[in-house]
DNA sequence: GTCTATAACGAGATAGAC
DNA sequence: GTCTATCTCGTTATAGAC
C-alpha cells in the first residue's frame, strides 16, 4: 500500500485529547481545544467520536491497551522481581516527566461525574495493574528477592495507590524527585 | 453586638461549594449547582464570592484552617506518636465515608487549570500536613515508639501522597476498606 | 471526511432596582 | 443582601453542502 501523508487522523485526535486530559482533566478540556491542535474543525471530530463520552472511552481503551502492553514488555526485557518493579515504576515517571497526571488517575479525580462506561474502564485499568503487580510481587517472594507479608494482592493495591498519589502530588510540586523518592522507600520496604 | 444571620450565608455556601469541588472537582461545579442548594440566586452568591477563582481561595483557606486546629486537637487528645498517626488518618478516613476526596487532593488532580493564588493553597495544605506529620514521626523516633531511617521529611511526603492515593482509588472503587488497608500497612511499616 | 452554519444550552459575571 | 434581567462567551452537538 502507498504511504499515507496523513497520520490517521482519529489517532491523532486521540493524542492530542490524552495530552490534554492527562494534563487538565476530562472536565476542562473541549472539542474546541483538541481541534485547534489536530487542525480541523469542530464537527470534524464529532466524525471520529460522536460525543465527547465516547472519546472518553476510547482514551481508556487505548491507555489501558497500550500499558498492557508496556507490562508485556517488561517480562520480556528483565528477568527477576525487582527490575520488573523498577521498570514499572519508571513507566509513571515518564508520564510525571511530561508533566502530565496519569490517565486513570486523573479520571478518578472526575470519578463521579464520568459515564457509567468510562467508570468503568478507569476500574479496570487499576484492576489490570494491580493484577499484573500482584504476580511479579508473588513472584519475587518465592525467588526469595522480595520479602513481605500478607496476600501480594492487598501489597499491589498498596503500591498502586501509593503511586498514583506521588504522581498527583509531585506533578503540583514540579518536582519529580519527590515521585522518585516515594518509588526508593516502596523498592526498599520491599527487600527488608 | 446583635446576631447576624447574614454572616452565615457565606458559610452556607461554602458548605455546599466544598462538598460539591471534593466529590466532582473544581472545574464541574457551578455556581448555579450552589444557589440551588443554598437557595439563593447566582447573583447574590456573587456578592460574597466575587468570582469562582475567590471562591476557590476562600475553600482551601477554610479547609487548610480547619485541618490546621483538627491537628493541634490532635496533640490534646492524644500523648504518643502511634496514637497520633492514627488520629491523623481517621481524618482522612472520615472525609472519604462522605464519598469524597481531600479537597486539596481533587484540586492537585485540577492543578493545572488553577489560577494562581489557588495553586499556592494546595501546595501550602501539603506543606502543613507535612510539618505536621515529620513533627510526629520524628518524635516517635526519639521516644522508640516509631522505627524508620533517612529524614522524616521525607517519610512525611511519604505518608501524603500514599494516603492522597488511598483515597483517590478507593474512593473510585467505593471501598473505604482499600483505604484502610493502605493506612494498616502505612502505620505497619512503622514498628518494624 | 471535512466543511460552514447554527442550534440549544449552561457557564461566569454585571447592572441596577428594592 | 437579595433580587430580576441580561450580557457575553464557550460548550456539546447536529444539519446539510461539498
Redesign the interface.
Known sequence: MASRPMADTAARILDVAERLVQ???F??FSYADVAAEVQIRKASLHHHFPTKAALGQALIARYRARFSRALAEIHVGTSDARARLKAYARLYTGVLRK?R?CLC??L??????LPGPM?QG??AF?SDNEAWLAGVLEEGRRGKTLQFQGPAS??A??V??????????????GRVE?FE??VK?LLG?LQ?
Open positions: 494534563v487538565q482533566g472536565n476542562a508533566r497526571m488517575g486523573v478518578a479525580a472526575d470519578f463521579e461525574t467508570r478507569v476500574l487499576f492487598t501489597l493495591a498498596f498502586v495507590s501509593s503511586l498514583e498519589g506521588a504522581m498527583l502530588v509531585a506533578r503540583s510540586y519527590r523518592a516515594v522507600k520496604d527488608r
